[in-house]
Nanobody, 123 residues
Framework: QLQLVESGGGLVQPGGSLRLSCAAS????????IGWFRQAPGKEREGVSC????????NYADSVKGRFTISRDNAKNTVYLQMYSLKPEDTAVYYC????????????????WGKGTLVTVSS
């Protein structure tokens, strides 16, 4: 089965760090552009970051630029989101999603989605 599974979420204090992982199975991972999205309580889901098939092109939402880093290891079928200097407003369920060989990660155009991992930033 085609599957994306996020992990690494949890409770962290403001200013802390977390690394999320998105592991894939059931499809040829290296041909897929991967995006991270998040949905905070009471808010719509928003794009956080996107990485190309080779990993040489990335982009970030303004709200996380300079604090989050996306990377991928195609040998392990895994994409990572390293998050630094976390803020309470980063609290959300984080999802990864995949789209075949795209230059962007439009939320409405992603083909496969994980079930999400909860990140809570609180003291």
């Amino acid at each position: 089965q085609l599957q994306l599974v996020e992990s690494g979420g949890g409770l962290v204090q403001p200013g802390g760090s977390l690394r999320l992982s998105c592991a894939a199975s059931g499809f040829t991972w290296k041909y897929y552009t991967i995006g991270w999205f998040r949905q905070a309580p009471g808010k719509e889901r928003e794009g956080v970051s996107c990485i190309s098939t080779s990993g040489d092109s990335t982009n970030y939402a303004d709200s996380v630029k300079g604090r989050f880093t996306i990377s991928r290891d195609n040998a392990k079928n895994t994409v990572y989101l390293q998050m630094y200097s976390l803020k309470p407003e980063d609290t959300a369920v984080y999802y990864c999603a995949a789209r075949l060989n795209s230059k962007t990660c439009p939320e409405g155009g992603m083909t496969y989605w994980g079930k999400g991992t909860l990140v809570t930033v609180s003291s």
